[in-house]
Nanobody
């Protein structure tokens, strides 16, 4: 069993910045893929950013140039730096971890709320 715990969500004004953290209970070196998703009220959960254990990244078009995903293997933590926040970024943000051999579902955190006021 792998625990995934997000933190860093807050209420911020449009144009502001936040950094979300995702800590795992074990080493992330062997985790093939870690990703941030978000879900706004009444909408489906969507992929925001993903990082592989090799360091390659990918972003949703809506956040390219504003958000940066990174990982600190020594701290078993993945971060999501969010700049130039917009009201439409308001959502619950979830971290997801997946490794070969874990099955298709991987592990989810409980989420952290980001609210951007206009």
């Amino acid at each position: 069993q792998v625990r995934v715990v997000e933190s860093g969500g807050d209420l911020v004004q449009a144009g502001g910045s936040l950094r979300l953290s995702c800590a795992t209970s074990g080493s992330i070196v062997s985790i093939n893929r870690m990703a941030w998703y978000r879900q706004a009220p009444g909408k489906q959960r969507e992929l925001v950013a993903v990082i592989s254990n090799g360091g390659s990244t990918n972003y949703a078009d809506a956040v390219k140039g504003r958000f940066t995903i990174s990982r600190d293997n020594a701290k078993n933590t993945v971060y999501l730096q969010m700049n130039s926040l917009k009201p439409e970024d308001t959502a619950m943000y979830y971290c997801h971890a997946w490794a070969v051999g874990w099955g298709a579902s991987g592990y989810w955190g409980q989420g952290t709320q980001v609210t951007v006021s206009s």
